[in-house]
Nanobody, 126 residues
Framework: QVQLVESGGGLVQAGDSLRLSCAASGRIFSLYKMGWFRQAPGKEREFVAAISRSGSNTRYADSVKGRFTISRVNDKSTVYLQMNILNPGDTAVYYC???????????????????WGQGTQVTVSS
């Protein structure tokens, strides 16, 4: 089992930045690919970003490319999501997730992730 706890959400204005953190415990963190997803009210959960076990490979949704950066520090069992130039369309609950499969593919599908955090709310006002 892997336990994931997100933090860093909040209420910001358009154009501001936030950094989300996700702390993992329970298993060897470096064995898991990590992803960030988000879900806005009335919408399906959508992919935001993902990172490989070593951190050398990343993947982003087109809507956040160039504004968001995913990173990880395996020694701290933590994955981060730096979010810049936020806009109201980024308002959602943000979830981190862990994928334990052995493939090298950094997936954008929620079905490929085994463990999920409880989520942290990000609200961007205009």
């Amino acid at each position: 089992q892997v336990q994931l706890v997100e933090s860093g959400g909040g209420l910001v204005q358009a154009g501001d930045s936030l950094r989300l953190s996700c702390a993992a415990s329970g298993r060897i963190f470096s064995l898991y690919k990590m992803g960030w997803f988000r879900q806005a009210p009335g919408k399906e959960r959508e992919f935001v970003a993902a990172i490989s076990r070593s951190g050398s490979n990343t993947r982003y949704a087109d809507s956040v490319k160039g504004r968001f950066t995913i990173s990880r520090v395996n020694d701290k069992s933590t994955v981060y999501l730096q979010m810049n130039i936020l806009n109201p369309g980024d308002t959602a609950v943000y979830y981190c997730a862990a994928a334990g499969d052995r493939s090298a593919v950094v997936s954008d599908s929620p079905q490929d992730y085994n463990y999920w955090g409880q989520g942290t709310q990000v609200t961007v006002s205009s």
